[in-house]
T-cell receptor
Framework: KQEVTQIPAALSVPEGENLVLNCSFT??????LQWFRQDPGKGLTSLLL?????REQTSGRLNASLDKSSGRSTLYIAASQPGDSATYLC????????????FGQGTELSVKP | ETGVTQTPRHLVMGMTNKKSLKCEQH?????MYWYKQSAKKPLELMFV???????ENNSVPSRFSPECPNSSHLFLHLHTLQPEDSALYLC????????????????FGPGTRLTVL
């Protein structure tokens, strides 16, 4: 059964740093992988979606990569800002579970001014 | 603000109460979802509706009863809940259930924070 793990669980960095969030999944049979942002007490906002045939996607200061064969994805955030503070969730759309989204537990990011 | 709204945003209820959560999407989507997010746990899919028909019940206890009267509205009826049901309940919608399609991004509402006493 697909499992998604995110490391680290929490991360605190000073403003301006470049940082990498990691996501791993146990079954490479996926349709796509998606990164979400969740602010405290709020719903999820989709940041980037990478199809299984793609290697990376970029949006502004965010870059997400996907290595399906090794079951890994990274979310790179350049020049971090306090406004980037949130929980970042990784989710895969699992082929063997009818396309269900399987989520990791998230990485709680705090960017200090 | 997303195109998915949820009411109420916060709800406190006793174990013998009956209450309902409401979700509405203004995106013209055909698929709607209920998720549960407990503290320190990954989001768990509860129910899926596609074109008003329930397509998935992820082994959810019967004290949670979903209803989808049309493609824009989704309800979650609650009765005789337990304290461990306290969580953030998130609603989402997508164009449809075309798994793997380029437009299958799910759009989430802000959630209802439920506390069961």
């Amino acid at each position: 059964k697909q499992e998604v793990t995110q490391i680290p669980a929490a991360l605190s960095v000073p403003e301006g740093e470049n940082l990498v969030l990691n996501c791993s999944f146990t079954d490479s049979a996926i349709y796509n992988l998606q990164w979400f942002r969740q602010d405290p007490g709020k719903g999820l906002t989709s940041l980037l979606l990478i199809q299984s045939s793609q290697r990376e996607q970029t949006s502004g200061r965010l870059n997400a990569s996907l290595d399906k064969s090794s079951g890994r994805s990274t979310l790179y955030i350049a020049a971090s800002q306090p406004g980037d503070s949130a929980t970042y969730l990784c989710a895969v759309r699992d082929y063997n579970q009818g396309g269900k989204l399987i989520f990791g537990q998230g990485t709680e990011l705090s960017v200090k001014p | 603000e997303t195109g998915v709204t949820q009411t109420p945003r916060h709800l406190v209820m006793g174990m013998t109460n009956k209450k309902s959560l409401k979700c509405e999407q203004h995106l013209g989507h055909n698929a709607m979802y209920w998720y549960k997010q407990s503290a320190k746990k990954p989001l768990e899919l509860m129910f899926v509706y596609n074109f008003k028909e329930q397509t998935e019940n992820n082994s959810v206890p019967s004290r949670f009863s979903p209803e989808c009267p049309n493609s824009s509205h989704l309800f979650l009826h609650l009765h005789t809940l337990q304290p461990e049901d306290s969580a953030l309940y998130l609603c989402a919608s997508s164009q449809d259930l075309g798994a793997g399609g380029i437009t299958d991004t799910q759009y989430f509402g802000p959630g209802t924070r439920l506390t069961v006493l």
